[in-house]
């Protein structure tokens, strides 16, 4: 909101001189940092530095930590596990400047502002005083002879305060209290969970002129918004639904960057890990902050594939479903764990440019098993339901009949797998069937229908059900 206290403060070119607070601060050395993704909006951060230990009770501060810690998650310890440390006290301060909270910890301190308007000399006003409060419109103050002054916030080019009020921070900052039986620089382990940090895959994938090839190829999508940078991490990956208690929601945050980086070679070595799969990247990367950084998965691999058109009339009475199905196998060109993500499936034309024909999300695929794509509704194929008869023969026994039209209007012909759903809660059989059926499980039957160019086809069956 343009009225909003804040909107006007930074647009006046708010100063702040923090009477060299700044001055002394180091950078921390990171002896190792590796991160953890989880494709659930959480991270593991390990991070090992060299710290400076006293002997007997002290602090220790651990700033350039994610804003999005969960403060309850953290483990410190030293590496040396002969270095004895006992911990008394963890806190996690994340009291951190802004202009609100400064102007907040001077009311009823002195600080001095100058304004746009001009004195008889041609100098820029200034007021010094007590800030008594502020709001979107005002600052009050009183002056040092008692007075009373209301300046209007538009007025006012600059704030001053002479030093950083106590109790803020510029980044969020663990603060160990230690009882330690060592002094001097010792490293030590600091491992926490943020929120803030997700991984997702997406595939691309090109389909060959006859519809019977497909050139696949992966990528990780890293989307670092967790509040830190992670610079020359050790990154590895988990795919699975990792259980989580009292899961809070978290805002979005705009990200600043784009990086994506591919390799001839495979960069990630993936094994079992428990109940999931753990896979590990092959160097170390820096992932920044407000960043989304993609990393090839694996290298381009040529896979069969075979296209499928599906009519499930009960549920679309005229559209008949494309879809490609291929087999993550080492046999076809693959055989390693796909996490679950989004592939886009293109297709070359006869001058070569690749466009784009459909996209569906897969689920996490183990290897050996097949994946199916859906990419659209045939354009020249269209199908039609209807009931033809019902018979109430008993009580406890009706039959239904049934009959599905499909016509081909494409150049070549085609084969349709005719999908039908039947009440699962009774005994049922099939009395009447104008062509073969097979039985996919309890409640569904599937019709294989081969159709020639510009060729009709009828299914007619007749169910029995016996309640």
């Known amino acids: 909101m343009k009225n909003s206290f804040l909107f006007k403060l930074a647009a006046l070119g708010f100063v702040l001189i923090l009477g060299g607070w700044f001055a002394g601060r180091t950078v921390p050395v990171y002896a190792e940092v590796s991160v953890t993704i989880y494709n659930s909006d959480l991270g593991l951060v390990k991070d090992v530095r060299e710290l400076d230990f006293q002997k007997g009770k002290s602090f220790i501060q651990f700033t350039d930590v994610a804003a999005q810690i969960d403060p309850t998650s953290v483990h410190f310890k030293p590496v040396n596990s002969s270095d004895q440390v006992s911990i008394l006290e963890q806190n996690y301060q994340y009291d951190l400047v802004s202009s609100s909270k400064i102007l907040e910890k001077y009311v009823d301190k002195d600080i001095e502002l100058f304004t746009k308007s001009e004195d ?78 997700n991984w997702h895959t997406e595939y691309v994938a090109v389909v060959d002129q006859k519809d019977e090839n497909l050139e696949l190829a992966g990528w990780v999508s890293i989307d670092n918004r967790s509040g830190a940078t992670y610079q020359d991490a050790k990154v590895k990956l988990i795919a699975g639904e990792v259980n989580r208690v009292n899961e809070a929601p978290m805002p979005l945050r705009l990200g600043k960057g784009f990086v994506a980086e591919t390799a001839a070679a495979p960069q990630f070595e993936e094994k079992a890990f428990f109940e999931y799969h753990l896979y590990t990247l092959m160097r170390p990367a820096t992932i920044k902050d407000n960043e989304i950084k993609q990393v090839s998965l694996f290298p381009s691999a040529d896979v069969k594939v075979k296209k499928i058109y599906t009519y499930d ?61 859906f990419l659209g509704n045939a354009f020249d194929i269209v199908g039609e339901r209807k009931k033809t008869d019902y018979k109430q023969i008993s009580d406890d026994v009706s039959e239904e009949s049934y009959q599905m039209k499909l016509r081909n209007h494409k150049e070549e012909p085609v084969e349709v797998v005719v999908v039908e759903h039947l009440y699962s809660y009774v005994q049922w059989e099939i009395k009447e069937s104008s062509i073969p059926y097979e039985k996919k499980d309890v409640s569904t039957i599937e019709f294989k229908v081969q159709l020639a160019k510009d060729q009709e086809v009828a299914v007619n069956y007749t169910v029995r059900y016996y309640r």
């Open 120 to 197: 008889a000399k041609g100098e820029e006003k200034s007021y010094k005083g007590t800030l008594l409060s502020y709001s979107n419109d005002n600052v009050t103050l009183q002056e040092p002879g008692g007075a009373i002054r209301i300046i209007r916030l538009d007025e006012i080019r600059d704030l001053y305060f002479p030093s950083l009020p106590e109790g803020l921070i510029t980044k969020p900052t663990l603060v160990w209290y230690l009882d330690s039986q060592v002094s001097g620089k010792k490293k030590a382990e600091v491992s926490y969970l943020t929120s803030g940090i």
């Open 313 to 373: 009339g009960a549920r679309d009475d005229k559209d008949v479903r494309v879809e490609l199905e291929f087999k993550n196998a080492q046999s076809e060109g693959l055989g390693m764990p796909l996490p679950q993500g989004k592939i886009r499936v293109y297709k070359a034309d006869v001058d070569k440019s690749l466009e784009f024909v459909g996209e569906d999300k897969i689920d996490h695929t183990p290897k050996d098993e097949k994946v199916r794509v």
